[in-house]
């Protein structure tokens, strides 16, 4: 999607990705099929490249640091450092005075066994490294097995936080240039299923003071890593109306993958504009708008028939030509505009549950 709208800007693209069928390939001008830490295309990639970017955060820290060293690298590779694993985020936050939940270091069945203790209630273990989409992740009762959940999770480290009884996800998605102006999206409301985002509304039910507020820790957050570049910043909102950061991105997310159809400016352009050195771009929401994501689950009777969500109204059907459906595996996205938020969620399940119902799988809830 960051290839496709920098082809509609002008650019060219090249693209470095392990996977000879990777999404970006049909789009890209050059396209180089080779580990992350390859030296060898790592040098091609940065003299093929004015700026370079990324959108996927497991990479090795190594590889951008070389390609930093060569050519400008946007969101720079020190906050990628923090981002991408789990205890310097958490530390990042903490000891910036960003509200996050509590959590313990855990690198032993031992250590997880004395963690449990010091949180009186439900917990998630998360490994350090490594995690997305809710993979590597295990939610335990007080009375779980330490022993047996640190087996499980089978991770070198990890990180035991309190279970937050939030009572909705929120996502707040900035954009900062190198003269540090920022544009930020209105919050987006997601709901995950199993650790994985089933929907995004926007904007968010929220009021104006709980926007206000996500907007402005994202804002000092995005000042405090000297972002060039755009950050989603995920939040926990309480029933106090307070807001805790859950994790950091620095890169377009899949919560703001309607921003496409909902904005003047969509996510993806605007980290092209943040990175090139062009102004941002508006962001004041068009009008409602419900995302679903579809899986690989949806695909086992093989590919679904995909006239009903094409005859919505307001309707776009994003399909990311992946050659594989597996269960979980993010294979496209369905964003509807409606008048109102609910009319866009009633439109969604009523075309998207039947197609549910042949794959076998529970109706999406309103
Ligand atoms: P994460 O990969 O950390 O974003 O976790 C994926 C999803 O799991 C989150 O979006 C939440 O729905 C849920 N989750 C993660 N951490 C917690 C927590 N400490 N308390 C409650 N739910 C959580």
Redesign the pocket.
């Known amino acids: 999607m960051l290839a496709l709208t920098g082809r509609r800007m002008g650019y060219r693209i090249a693209i470095l990705d392990p996977d000879p069928n990777c999404t970006a390939s049909p789009v890209a001008d050059l396209c180089l099929t080779a580990p992350f830490d390859d030296s060898a295309a790592l040098h091609r990639l940065a003299e093929y490249s004015q700026v370079i970017t990324y959108e996927f955060e497991n990479l090795p820290i190594e590889s951008l640091r070389l390609l930093a060293s060569l050519k400008p690298v946007y969101p720079d590779p020190s906050i990628l450092h923090i981002c991408q694993h ?1 205890e310097r985020e958490r530390d990042f936050l903490k000891t910036s005075g960003f509200p996050s ?1 509590r ?1 313990s270091v855990v690198t032993s069945a031992s250590d997880l066994a004395t963690a449990m203790k010091t949180f009186s209630g ?3 273990l ?1 490994s350090s490294a490594f ?7 295990l ?1 335990l009762e007080p009375s779980t097995d330490s022993t047996k959940a640190w087996q499980k999770i089978q991770v070198p480290r990890a990180i035991l ?6 009572v909705r ?1 929120l996502s707040a998605i900035i954009a900062r240039d190198s003269a540090g102006h920022t544009v930020s999206y209105f919050p987006f409301e ?3 299923q199993d ?3 089933e929907r995004t509304l926007f904007p968010a039910r929220i009021p104006d003071q709980t926007a206000n507020r996500a907007t402005q820790l994202a804002e000092q957050i995005a000042k405090k890593l000297n972002l060039v570049g755009l950050l989603t910043v ?1 939040l ?1 909102e309480l029933s106090d109306g307070g807001l805790w950061v ?2 950091l991105a620095p890169r377009v997310h899949n919560s703001g993958h309607l921003t496409a159809e909902a904005c003047p400016t969509s996510q993806f352009e605007q980290q092209i504009r943040a990175i090139c050195g062009l102004p941002l771009g508006t962001v004041s929401p068009i009008g409602p708008a419900a995302m679903f994501n579809l899986l690989g689950d949806l695909w086992n009777n093989g590919e679904p028939d995909w006239a009903p969500l094409l005859a919505l109204p307001a309707a776009s059907l994003h399909l990311y030509g992946k050659a594989e459906a597996r269960p979980g595996r993010k294979m496209g996205h369905l964003t509807i505009r409606a008048p109102d938020l609910d009319q866009a969620i009633q439109l969604g399940l009523s075309a998207l549950n039947p197609i549910r119902e042949k794959a076998k799988l529970p109706p999406l809830l309103p």
């Open positions: 789990r939940p959590y439900k917990t998630r998360k995690g997305y989409d809710g993979k590597g992740q939610s936080e309190e279970h937050v009884p939030f996800e997601n709901r995950h650790g994985i985002l995920e926990f859950n994790e």
